[in-house]
């Protein structure tokens, strides 16, 4: 009898309708995304390889793209999400190889990027020691990753600010805090859960900084050494 995989995200699928309408939602966050991506692009050597993880709409690496002269990839396991992204880097003119795959079982070789980062999307992973695990992997030694999250002690008022300031119709406004009440802050994590998982992955430790209502967890792969 073969067995029944688990379905590699939480929640439900951000395909079609639900995919378009985040896409035109999260569009008017290009702040955060550009302040993302500038702090990454300090971290990346010119010509460096970066890996986003679950890009969604593919706004962060479009302005990443924008930055330098960065080799980018971006890996989601929405199809709806990678014709979006494509078709934004296409308009935007930057050249960004969206593909589709599971953040669980990267369909690329070992040490393959200098440089991985995930955005708003590392708490709804099925799987977040085994995506760590291959981000580990496809990094190379030496590389960084970052993993940008909702902090679970993030306060009300904190999350209706940062809404407000991406300055919705009230409609989409008020569906977006509701979200962010209802299932995202149930799915986010606390400082303690991400050093956990960190601890239980490849990485063994991270860093872990606030950044904003969220966090920016830090990991390095560390340069195997004794090693002939």
């Not at 989601?76 to 599971?102: K, L, M, P, T, Y």
Request: proline share 4%; aromatic share 8%; glycine share 8%.
């Amino acid at each position: 009898m073969m067995a029944v995989q688990s379905k590699p995200y939480k929640g439900m699928a951000m395909e079609g309708l639900i995919a378009t309408w985040y896409a035109k939602n999260t569009r008017h966050d290009a702040r955060g995304y550009r302040r993302c991506a500038e702090s990454v692009a300090a971290r990346v050597r010119p010509g460096g390889r970066v890996l986003e993880v679950a890009p969604g709409p593919g706004y962060l690496a479009i302005e990443l793209a924008k930055l330098g002269d960065f080799e980018i990839t971006g890996l989601d396991i929405s199809r709806s999400f990678v014709r979006i992204a494509r078709e934004n880097a296409a308009r935007a003119g930057v050249q960004i190889d969206f593909r589709h795959g599971n953040a669980s079982a990267m369909p690329f070789p070992s040490n393959s990027f200098d440089f991985v980062v995930c955005r708003a999307a590392f708490k709804n992973f099925a799987d977040p020691i085994g995506a760590l695990n291959e981000i580990h992997r496809v990094l190379v030694p030496g590389g960084q990753a970052s993993v940008y999250d909702l902090r679970k002690d993030a306060s009300r008022a904190e999350i209706d600010a940062e809404i407000d300031a991406m300055d919705l119709s009230w409609l989409d406004n008020l569906l977006t805090k509701a979200t962010f009440r209802v299932l995202l802050l149930k799915s986010a994590y606390t400082r303690q859960d991400f050093e956990r998982m960190a601890a239980q992955s490849r990485f063994g430790t991270c860093e872990v900084l606030v950044d904003g209502i969220g966090y920016d967890v830090r990991l390095t792969k560390q340069t195997e050494i004794g090693l002939s």
